[in-house]
């Protein structure tokens, strides 16, 4: 019986996601490769409402997996009560679907991922959940203490940036844990913990670091993560593609040796590597399959989320300069 479920929110059309059914097909492929589509209880896509039916089309490709097309709609209508365009950030926005997962699943442990991530060695129940608890990448707070800050911030309590914790996407997180975080949101706060993130917007609060901040503060990491065990593969590659200007110089056979420790790596969604390039490098390691899709490149769109952008950033530095 797997042990494991996965969740990714999903959009194909605005400013970096027209190439999201590509890198799906890329991240599908890895984990035929590398693992079997029984390893997953669920595996869960969470798609805007306007894209359901595209998206359940594309999703045909990926069948072999037990895959659950989600309407964001039915389960995420507190959205609309965010409708000025600066309010929804999509970068908090698919946080809050990750964290919301334990709706969504029907295991302690699920997976999460992006579009834009993919498998680089063979994986199994046993590789993910070791001793009972979820193998963790483990980073220096100080590698992106703004986060850190500003979970903790939200929280009111210390960032502890002397210490490490979770890194990014890929990672493996616990409905308990989640749930934990969900209800110190509401009773410290008063509100749906949803609204609480959606209203604090300019902040940059992340699930990660909100998530493990309460863990921490709870006692809880211990009995539900883990570290690698000397001999295996931590869940992220030492190296990924964070920046364009870093892909030519990417040694990708060395995220595949087999004295390489990382499980999963990727090529970041908003580098604008055309999706045939990262393709052409990855090739050689798995047999890929890119389906042909349609590019929704919706330029109002971009520009709108442009915009919010702008606007986010001149509100933060309001808020800094009035020191709150």
Known sequence: MPQISAILPLKTSGRHYADNIGRCDILFSSLRHFASPDLFSRFVLVVPHDEVEEVKGYAKAWSDFPIEVVDESLHMGIFAEFSQRHQIRNWHRQQ?????APALIDTEFFLVFDPDCFATHPLSVDTLIVDGKALTHYMPRTAEPSFWQASAKLLGIDPHLERTGLWWTPAILSRTLCLNLHRRLETQFGQDWRRVLLSNYTLDWTEYTLYWLVAEQDGLLDRYHTACRPGQRTLHARESVWYAKHMESWDV??????DSDGLFALVQSNTKIPLQQVARKLSPYFPIKIQP????VDWALKTAELYSAVMRRGLKLLRH????
């Open 253 to 258: 056979a060395r995220q595949f040796a087999p």
């Open 96 to 100: 809050i679907i990750k964290l919301y």
């Open 293 to 296: 899709y349609e590019r929704r």
């Open 321 to 324: 300069s009035l020191g709150r």
